[in-house]
């Protein structure tokens, strides 16, 4: 991504429903007690320390004020290889492109 100068996105950082059962992980849920966050937050934060770009939908205000609520702790270098083992490398939304097709792309 930084060859092209391309950010990466997450667009439905919590899997629109298709992964409800990691935020009940033994090993999230730890931390985010740590943080005295949800496992939500605990994502959020993972990802924004990532440099990734989160667009959480959400139609609920509660859940609005709690997606805000990751800017006053940052986590540990622990912690964030530990986020970074549940990663699947699998998308869990649409279509990955081959990079082919992206570079084509990029010429339009």
Known sequence: MDR??????????????????IY?????????SLYN???RQIVLRFLLQEG???IPKTV???????NFDVFDFTLGEKEMETLRSFDKA?????NPESPER???????
């Open 4 to 21: 092209y100068e391309v950010a990466h996105e997450s667009y439905a950082p919590f899997g629109q429903g298709r992964m409800d059962g």
């Open 24 to 32: 009940e992980d033994k090993a999230l849920v730890e931390i985010a």
């Open 37 to 39: 966050k949800t496992p």
């Open 52 to 54: 990734v770009i989160c």
């Open 60 to 66: 609920h205000e509660d859940r609005l004020e709690e």
């Open 90 to 94: 699998s998308p869990l939304i649409g």
């Open 102 to 108: 992206v570079l084509k792309a990029m010429g339009w």
